[in-house]
């Protein structure tokens, strides 16, 4: 490689690196909750006194609750990224992070006592969540894309999936904080003031992503889109260096030409087929592995240090299978490594509920649900959002990309909701020990890798602007 090259590659990875940060608040913010989820329903929940499907019922919500605010924000993302540009979006996001963190620790600032509100202060907690969320939900959008708009062609696949690795990084890396602070003291303790330490320590990598925002650069196809076009230029040669700047700008500018055309401009099926990605990346029940980890771990008879601490294994095979994703996306292509994962997640879903409704439950277990993590990593995970961010033609990318990215969500909600429903409903549990929402995943992660396999188009090599040869347009 040429030293322009690497001056290019240089700068586009540091620009990655800084909306990457959008993705570790991502993932931290979505696992934080993880290991405040007993204090939680200690604290706001159980003195209500309510049934057990009422109780499971806002359990579900609360512990979901911020999901709610990712579907608002992802619905919004579209639009705030196309008129106040990918960096300005991505500072909102990072003042919701902040705000949302420290009222989630404290709720009752406003309405009693910290510590003695209770019950009273469920309302301002979940409306803390759901802001936090609307950050999320910006950041799941703004931040593949705004990477996916700088990058080289030839190694965008690569910086698109380091976002998913800032995504694993920052649960990885909550997991770590929530054990450290749930070892700091006894049971008592972390109910009366762990469970805060744990949702406050989210303010500090917001504060950083907001303050390196400050410097970044925006988008050069957002340039264009707002008639920058010197400074467009500018940035391509910072970014690919003279000889493809002019070239790159003309490509920009042609797929921009005709940006206030129909969403269905290029058919439905291109949406359909976007919708569908995000929906299956949930309902393949990721999430409420993620935030339900140690009840999961729980469930298979592990004490409260123990599950935390097997949480964190979790984690770090989350992070190594991420880690290979990246360097096997631009090689393999998008497809296979779908279709790998979704296989790989169906036999690991499936032997994790026979191991659940056999009362197996020993390190086979634990090793299915480890395999099952590393299929996802693998796969789902981050090449789901690389080929969103690559899949819509520019021309109608913004909007369809937060219609996806909300459908996300929402599924996320659906999953997420309806996993404390069935794992605590006393007659699933009866016929099946724990194990049913695993056999759902299963059959559900079999259809998302033959969706794949007969549906989704390979987009690998191809560069942003001829996407749209890929679709049939309606002129």
Same mark, same amino acid.
């Given at each position: ?7 290019? *590659?240089? @700068? ?11 993705? #570790? ?13 007993? &204090?939680?329903?200690?604290? +706001? ?20 609750? =911020? ?18 540009? %990918?960096?300005?979006? $991505? ?14 620790? @404290? ?19 979940? $409306? ?62 972390? *109910? ?7 949702? =406050?320590?989210?303010? #500090?990598?917001?504060?950083? #992503? ?17 008639? %920058?076009?010197?400074?467009?230029? &500018? ?23 005709? *940006? ?34 140690? @009840?999961? +771990? ?27 994703? /990246? ?28 191991? +659940? ?33 690559? /899949? ?34 006393? %007659? #699933? /549990? ?13 059959? /559900?992660? @079999? ?5 794949? $396999? %007969? ?21």
């Amino acid at each position: 490689m040429n030293p322009a090259s690497r001056s290019s *590659h240089s @700068l586009a990875t540091r620009l990655t690196l800084i909306a990457n940060l959008g993705g #570790l608040m991502f993932g931290y913010d979505t696992a934080v909750i993880s290991g405040a989820v007993d &204090s939680i329903d200690r604290y +706001f929940i159980a003195p209500l006194a309510l049934s057990e499907t009422a109780r499971d019922t806002l359990s579900g919500f609360t512990i979901s609750s =911020a999901l709610i605010g990712c579907v608002i924000g992802a619905a919004m993302a579209g639009w705030a990224a196309d008129r106040s540009g %990918r960096r300005k979006t $991505l500072m909102l996001a990072a003042v919701l992070f902040i705000v949302s963190s420290i009222g989630a620790a @404290l709720p009752e600032i406003g309405f009693g006592a910290i510590g003695a509100a209770g019950p009273a202060a469920l309302p301002a907690f979940i $409306l803390y969540r759901i802001l936090g969320g609307v950050g999320i939900g910006i950041a799941s959008m703004v931040s593949p894309m705004y990477i996916a708009e700088i990058a080289p062609g030839a190694i965008r696949g690569r910086l698109v999936s380091y976002n998913q690795m800032a995504i694993v990084v920052g649960i990885v890396g909550v997991y770590f904080v929530n054990w450290a602070i749930a070892g700091a003291g006894d049971d008592a303790w972390v *109910h009366a003031v762990g469970w805060r330490l744990m949702l =406050a320590s989210a303010a #500090l990598p917001a504060a950083l #992503l907001l303050l390196l925002l400050l410097r970044a650069d925006d988008s050069p196809r957002w340039l264009v889109l707002k008639a %920058r076009d010197d400074e467009a230029r &500018s940035l391509l040669v910072r970014l690919a260096g003279e000889v493809e700047a002019d070239r790159a700008l003309a490509e920009i500018r042609q797929s921009l030409v005709q *940006h206030t055309q129909p969403l269905l401009h290029f058919g439905a099926g291109v949406v359909i087929i976007g919708v569908l990605l995000s929906v299956f990346q949930q309902a393949v029940g990721i999430n409420a592995v993620l935030y339900y980890a140690p @009840l999961i +771990f729980r469930n298979m008879g592990a004490g409260g240090q123990t599950a935390l601490l097997q949480t964190v294994l979790v984690g770090v095979v989350n992070l190594l299978a991420t880690v290979l994703a /990246i360097f096997t996306v631009d090689r393999w292509g998008r497809k296979p490594l779908l279709v790998l994962g979704g296989f790989v997640m169906a036999a690991a879903m499936a032997a994790l509920s026979i191991c +659940f409704a056999s009362q197996a439950l020993g390190i086979g277990a634990l090793l299915a649900m480890l395999v099952y993590v590393a299929g996802f990593a693998l796969s789902w995970g981050p090449v789901t959002w690389v080929l969103l961010a690559e /899949i819509f033609p520019n021309s109608i990318k913004g909007r369809a990309l937060s219609l996806a990215v909300a459908a996300q969500w929402l599924a996320n909600i659906a999953v997420s909701w309806s996993f404390r429903l069935f794992d605590g409903n006393s %007659r #699933l /549990i009866a016929h099946f020990h724990h194990g049913f929402p695993y056999a759902l995943y299963a059959a /559900i992660s @079999l259809f998302a890798a033959i969706f794949v $396999l %007969r549906c989704v188009p390979e987009t690998k090599g191809r560069s942003l602007e001829s996407v749209a040869s890929l679709w049939k347009r309606r002129d």
